[in-house]
Every structure is written in C-alpha cells, then in structure tokens.
Nanobody
Framework: DVQLQASGGGLVQTGGYLRLSCAAS????????IGWFRQAPGKEREGVAC?????????????YYADSVKGRFTISSDNAKSTVILQMNSLKREDTAVYYC??????????????????WGQGTQVTVSS
C-alpha cells in the first residue's frame, strides 16, 4: 500500500522553527516529485515547497518554493530513506496550518501545484503563536 506519513508538527512561538518529515512507502520514491502543501482554516490548500526533476527518471533534483516561504523554509530529500524533510525557520503566525506531503509524477515547477499529485499524507498541524 502507498503511504505518506507526515510528522513533526506542533506549537511554536513566532520566530521559532519546526522540522517536518514525510516518510514514504509503497512506491518507487525517486520516480516521484514530493511536495509540501498547507491548508489554513477557511483557505484553499496551497503549495509550500517541493522537490522534483525536469525529466522522467531524471537525477538532477531541483527545489521550488512559494514566495511566502522563500528564505525561511528548506526542503530536502533522502532517497535512500524515502524521506523528505521540510525545515521551517523564522515561523510567522500566518504559517499556521495543517501541512500535508504529497507525491506525484509531475516535473519541474509543476510540483508546487496540487494537480498531478496522486498520493497524500494525513497532515500534521503547525501552530505559530505570538
């Protein structure tokens, strides 16, 4: 069975940091783009950061970020462990949301969009307080 297990959420003060982890199983990890998305109450789910290649079976991975998190969040992957990490620094109240990881056969910057992601994790809550 395909599984994406997101973890690492919690409550943190403004300016603090959290490290989210997405553990994948049940599919060939390095053939898929992996993205982190978030959904705040009353808002649509949006892309936060993702990692992908520009060609099928490519090995040159690139990362992409939403403008709102550039310079604060870093996405990285460990293909040997089928795990993707989202390091979130300098957290703001507006980062409060449920964070999801997702996998899809999308290329390039397409990984930052919800469309094309076949598999979704269960979400982990991030709350940033002032």
């Amino acid at each position: 069975d395909v599984q994406l297990q997101a973890s690492g959420g919690g409550l943190v003060q403004t300016g603090g940091y959290l490290r989210l982890s997405c553990a994948a199983s049940g599919f060939r990890f390095d053939d898929f783009a992996i993205g982190w998305f978030r959904q705040a109450p009353g808002k649509e789910r949006e892309g936060v950061a993702c990692i992908s290649t520009n060609e099928v079976h490519g090995e040159d991975y690139k990362t992409y970020y939403a403008d709102s998190v550039k310079g604060r969040f870093t996405i990285s992957s460990d293909n040997a462990k089928s795990t993707v990490i989202l390091q979130m620094n300098s957290l703001k109240r507006e980062d409060t949301a449920v964070y999801y990881c997702a996998a899809g056969r999308v290329l390039g910057r397409g990984c930052i969009y919800r469309e094309g992601h076949d598999y979704w994790g269960q979400g982990t809550q991030v709350t940033v307080s002032s």
